[in-house]
């Protein structure tokens, strides 16, 4: 290090970091030969090499000028790059942040390129080790990322919650309770608009002796077989739900009964022409439906409907089975 009057530059900083005590690390560097010409002894602690004549050997231990080096910016009078961890601030510094590989630290730097009265252009540096908060903060991140993890997969838990006790396990379709949750909705909003609405109760016909004869598991696949016709016959629009056992009900928006029969129809012959493949037999199994249709100037609330499309389901059962009824055929 070459010698070098350090009154100046002491009066240019502002508080007395001069000392072998200080904690923050101070280097002096002789520009633009970049030749340290000054470190006091917390600068020396972790330096690379203290008998190097150039900045980048003796405090980072480089071959090469460093690529992150600020000089090159102050010595243009520029202002400092645009980065987070970077300001300019009023007095001519720039300051930022940067680990040190050498002394495996992270410092924060304070560094002012200024010309002497002997004219020699110098670049001081000040360090402080800043360490203890970046593992701070490191840690308080990981907290955050933590907490934010755990909260996601309590609020998808929820959600899943949400979805499993609105849905029948068995079909994945709607299960009883969100049915008449959703009616109560369906009916606000037909009241209002005066649109018509159909309902349809759908049975399997005689699956107790399905069960009897080939056992539940055949039951399950026969429910399952016409949860998934029911599902492909409808309409985005349209709600079915498994309401118990052999039982399914469909809410039909925006139909009135004429077109609700249609569609009760089709699904009767849909499920005809069916069957489950049970071992090397085939379970075939008919169902029956009754239909009704909302009446805006009678009904209060949907299940006044739901009970009549009911009584029409008995009607057809009655009658013979694999049958669809309106409910108007039951005076008839």
């Given at each position: 290090m070459t010698d070098l009057d350090y009154s100046e530059?002491?009066?240019?900083?502002s508080i007395d970091i001069f000392n072998d005590t200080s904690l923050f690390a101070v280097s002096v560097?002789?520009?633009?030969?970049?030749?340290l010409v000054y470190a006091n002894q917390a600068m020396k602690n972790?330096?690379?090499?203290?008998?190097?004549?150039?900045?980048?050997?003796?405090?980072?231990?480089q071959e090469s000028p460093c690529m992150w080096c600020k000089a090159p910016t102050l010595l243009a009078n520029l202002k400092s790059e645009v980065h987070p961890s970077q300001t300019t601030v009023d007095n001519g510094y720039i300051v930022y942040e940067h680990f040190n590989e050498v002394a495996n630290r992270w410092y924060q730097l304070q560094e002012k390129v200024v010309k002497l009265k002997d004219f020699r252009t110098v670049l001081i540096s000040i360090a402080l080790d800043i360490s203890l908060q970046k593992e701070a903060q490191s840690k308080l991140i990981d907290t955050h990322v933590k907490l934010t993890k755990q909260t996601q997969?309590?609020?998808?838990?929820?959600?899943?919650l949400k979805e499993q006790a609105n849905h029948d396990p068995l079909t994945n379709m709607y299960n009883r309770r969100y049915f008449n949750e959703i009616a109560q909705k369906i009916v606000a909003i037909i009241k209002r608009s005066k649109e018509p609405l159909s309902l349809l109760?759908?049975?399997?016909?005689?699956?107790?002796?399905?069960?009897?004869?080939?056992g539940h598991h055949v039951g399950d696949k026969v429910i399952k077989l016409l949860a998934l016709k029911l599902q492909e016959a409808i309409r985005e629009s349209d709600i079915a739900a498994r309401i118990g056992g052999e039982e399914f009900a469909l809410i039909l928006p925006n139909t009135d009964k004429e077109r609700a029969l249609e569609l009760?129809?089709?699904?009767?012959?849909d499920m005809e022409m069916s069957s489950c493949k049970v071992d090397d037999k085939s379970v075939t199994f008919t169902v029956s439906i009754g239909v009704d249709e909302f009446?805006?100037?009678?009904?209060?609330?949907l299940f006044t409907a739901l009970n009549r499309a009911d009584a029409a389901l008995y009607l057809a059962k009655a009658s013979g089975r694999n049958r669809v009824c309106l409910y108007s055929e039951i005076d008839s």
């Amino acid at each position: 290090m070459t010698d070098l009057d350090y009154s100046e530059i002491k009066d240019l900083i502002s508080i007395d970091i001069f000392n072998d005590t200080s904690l923050f690390a101070v280097s002096v560097i002789d520009l633009p030969k970049y030749e340290l010409v000054y470190a006091n002894q917390a600068m020396k602690n972790i330096m690379s090499d203290l008998t190097a004549v150039n900045c980048w050997e003796s405090v980072y231990g480089q071959e090469s000028p460093c690529m992150w080096c600020k000089a090159p910016t102050l010595l243009a009078n520029l202002k400092s790059e645009v980065h987070p961890s970077q300001t300019t601030v009023d007095n001519g510094y720039i300051v930022y942040e940067h680990f040190n590989e050498v002394a495996n630290r992270w410092y924060q730097l304070q560094e002012k390129v200024v010309k002497l009265k002997d004219f020699r252009t110098v670049l001081i540096s000040i360090a402080l080790d800043i360490s203890l908060q970046k593992e701070a903060q490191s840690k308080l991140i990981d907290t955050h990322v933590k907490l934010t993890k755990q909260t996601q997969a309590l609020q998808e838990a929820k959600a899943q919650l949400k979805e499993q006790a609105n849905h029948d396990p068995l079909t994945n379709m709607y299960n009883r309770r969100y049915f008449n949750e959703i009616a109560q909705k369906i009916v606000a909003i037909i009241k209002r608009s005066k649109e018509p609405l159909s309902l349809l109760m759908i049975d399997i016909d005689k699956f107790k002796n399905i069960n009897d004869t080939y056992g539940h598991h055949v039951g399950d696949k026969v429910i399952k077989l016409l949860a998934l016709k029911l599902q492909e016959a409808i309409r985005e629009s349209d709600i079915a739900a498994r309401i118990g056992g052999e039982e399914f009900a469909l809410i039909l928006p925006n139909t009135d009964k004429e077109r609700a029969l249609e569609l009760a129809q089709k699904i009767r012959k849909d499920m005809e022409m069916s069957s489950c493949k049970v071992d090397d037999k085939s379970v075939t199994f008919t169902v029956s439906i009754g239909v009704d249709e909302f009446e805006h100037t009678k009904d209060d609330n949907l299940f006044t409907a739901l009970n009549r499309a009911d009584a029409a389901l008995y009607l057809a059962k009655a009658s013979g089975r694999n049958r669809v009824c309106l409910y108007s055929e039951i005076d008839s």
